[in-house]
């Protein structure tokens, strides 16, 4: 896991999402493995990864899922 020293917080719509992750929505029973993750922990399994620009790198579920809870902002690790 990252520190929490490695993260920036950042406004959630500020995230830019490729059209290649749009293009391929995780499996439903990844989902569901983050979901339940998130629920047991209160984080998501992977951590936010985001380049100079916000653009998404990893953490596609952690972002789905914090999307569907409507948060504002959100720890990233910028690269």
Same mark, same amino acid.
């Given at each position: &896991?990252?520190? %929490?020293?490695d993260?920036v &917080? *950042?406004a959630?719509k500020d @995230? #830019? @999402?490729?059209k290649?992750?749009?293009?391929?929505?995780?499996?439903?029973?990844?989902m569901?493995?983050?979901?339940e993750?998130? !629920?047991?922990y209160? !984080? +998501? =399994? /992977?951590? @936010? *990864? /985001?380049?100079?620009n916000n653009? %998404? @790198?990893?953490?596609?579920?952690?972002? %789905? #899922?914090?999307?569907?809870? +409507?948060v504002?902002? #959100?720890? /990233? =690790?910028? *690269?």
């Amino acid at each position: &896991m990252l520190n %929490l020293a490695d993260k920036v &917080m *950042i406004a959630f719509k500020d @995230i #830019i @999402i490729s059209k290649e992750f749009k293009k391929h929505y995780p499996r439903k029973s990844k989902m569901q493995e983050r979901w339940e993750y998130y !629920e047991k922990y209160k !984080e +998501g =399994k /992977v951590p @936010i *990864i /985001v380049d100079e620009n916000n653009v %998404l @790198i990893d953490g596609y579920t952690t972002y %789905l #899922i914090a999307k569907k809870l +409507g948060v504002n902002k #959100i720890l /990233v =690790k910028r *690269i």
